[in-house]
């Protein structure tokens, strides 16, 4: 089945130490999704990829940075993970052309210690 | 920017019960989608629906973007309907979705 992958599922880091998490999909769908969502909190849009035209919001962070090398890959790095980046952090995908629905992977539970 | 109100916030039922989600939006849209975020915390697409009314099972919805507001209706709740339901909205075909911030639903044998 075409899907959205996102691993690890459950990653430890500790306060400081640069992390990775990693998406993928098989849907060949042109826009790649990051959305952070904390405890009892709507998931909050990070960035975006169309193709390779990367979209930063406004209010996220400098502390998090991404790449997609390719059409099914796409990496979220936290360079020096804080306390407070403890969240669920969520891939999706869609097609990109407007108004269409959007794919979420399993997402990825961040711990920092 | 879009602002998306969910209500109610916190709704518990009894195994068997219907009820309604409300979701109010407060500008057009080309996009909305309701969610449900299981306990695992992965979000399952429920409804792609812009406008209209769709159904899958037991569960229903119906957009009326006229009035700017969409109902998500679960029949016969089950235990295992209980999560986190979410309406997101997408306006000007940005591919941005704004979230509201969820019914939780906890349904009881």
């Known amino acids: 089945d075409a899907m959205v992958i996102q691993n690890p599922r459950y990653q430890v880091t500790q306060f400081g130490k640069p992390v990775t998490l990693s998406c993928s999909q098989t849907?060949?769908?042109?826009?790649m999704y990051w959305y952070q969502q904390k405890s009892s909190q709507a998931p909050k849009l990070l960035f975006h990829?169309?193709?390779?035209?990367?979209?930063n919001e406004a209010d996220t962070p400098d502390n998090f940075q991404s790449r997609r090398p390719n059409t099914s890959f796409c990496f979220l790095d936290i360079r020096s993970p804080g306390l407070g980046d403890a969240a669920m952090y969520l891939c999706?995908?869609?097609?990109?052309?407007?108004?269409?629905?959007?794919?979420f992977g399993p997402g990825t539970r961040l711990t920092v210690l | 920017g879009i602002q998306v109100e969910q209500s109610p916030p916190d709704l518990i039922l009894q195994e068997g019960a219907n009820s309604t989600l409300r979701c109010n939006f407060s500008?057009?849209?080309?996009?909305l989608q309701w969610f449900h975020q299981n306990p695992w915390g992965q979000l399952i697409n429920l409804f792609y629906?812009?406008?209209g009314t769709k159904q899958n099972g037991r569960l229903s919805a119906t957009t009326v973007a006229t009035e700017r507001y969409s109902l998500l209706y679960i029949s016969s709740s089950q235990t295992t309907d209980s999560g986190v339901y979410f309406c997101?909205?997408?306006?000007?075909?940005?591919?941005?979705?704004?979230f509201g911030k969820g019914n939780q639903v906890v349904v009881i044998p």
């Open positions: 500008d057009s849209v080309n996009n």
């Open positions: 999706a995908t869609s097609r990109g052309t407007g108004g269409d629905t959007q794919y």
């Open positions: 997101a909205v997408e306006r000007g075909g940005n591919n941005r979705l704004a």
């Open positions: 629906i812009p406008s």
């Open positions: 849907l060949n769908h042109n826009v």
């Open positions: 990829y169309y193709d390779k035209d990367f979209n």
